[in-house]
């Protein structure tokens, strides 16, 4: 049952995952604790920072050995059993960073719906379609697959002699911004929002000229980077793959 869900939200990922994110952010209010706008500015700080933490591991995956098994026609699929890099420490840390993301975003939100709801539906889902992948990567590559598993965590990252794993690597940044760069720019500008939200419908706060300028300001530039990222790759000057 849980490959079959596995394999469900891999097909469905691409739109039921926003589509999650965005009623768990927009849908439900926006808490501040006692009114507590110190504490708050600190969870914001903390839910950035975790979120940053997620990010930064997704760059280092596909900066290292990035994974050809991102699914082909919607479906699992793997040419390659890639152990290097990042996956020398860690099977799955795409999908972690992916979740720190999120939690992240939970901390700055603050609404208990999304930790109630958000956090597990999230690993729930990742924790679905990861049976899914070990199912079909089992039967790809048998027991070359079976001893990865019983050297690398699936989740929690094992980083002992991670110098040894990276020696010799060349980290490529091409490659980080041309597959990545719609990933910070969608939770950093729905990071934003939520703060906004937050200070429109909290009783007693209100948007501050100050705050919608710097707002403003900080989505205008990641906005002029994405596009940037967006214009380079389509003329090629990334690299291809």
């Given amino acids: 049952m849980l490959i079959r869900i596995g394999h469900f ?26 009114g507590n706008w110190q504490l708050d500015r600190r969870l914001d700080a903390l839910g950035f920072a975790v979120a940053s933490i997620g990010q930064l591991l997704r760059v280092a995956v596909i900066g290292f050995a990035y994974i050809t098994r991102g699914g082909k026609n919607r479906r699992i699929h793997a040419d ?15 999908y972690l960073g992916n979740i720190l993301i999120v939690a992240g975003l939970a901390i700055v939100h603050g609404s208990w719906w999304f930790y109630l709801i958000g956090i597990p539906f999230f690993v729930f889902a990742y924790s679905a379609i990861v049976r899914a992948e070990e199912d079909f990567l089992s039967r790809q590559f048998g027991g070359a697959y079976e ?95």
């Fill in 147 to 241: 001893d990865y598993c019983r050297r690398v965590p699936r989740f929690v990252p094992a980083f002992g002699g991670l110098n040894r794993t990276l020696e010799g690597m060349t980290f490529d940044w091409k490659k980080v911004i041309r597959k990545e760069y719609g990933t910070p720019f969608a939770w950093l500008s729905g990071m934003l929002a939520i703060m906004v939200l937050e200070r429109s419908v909290t009783p007693g706060a209100f948007v501050t000229h100050r705050t919608l300028v710097a707002i403003v300001a900080i989505w205008t530039a990641l906005a002029a980077a994405y596009l940037t990222a967006r214009i380079l790759k389509k003329r090629g000057a990334l690299g291809t793959g």
């Fill in 9 to 34: 939200f891999f097909r469905t990922r691409d739109a039921v995952f926003p589509v999650v994110l965005l009623a768990l952010a927009f849908g439900t209010r926006p808490l501040v604790i006692d």
């Fill in 80 to 94: 390659s059993l890639v152990q290097e890099g990042i996956f020398a420490h860690c099977r799955n840390p795409l």
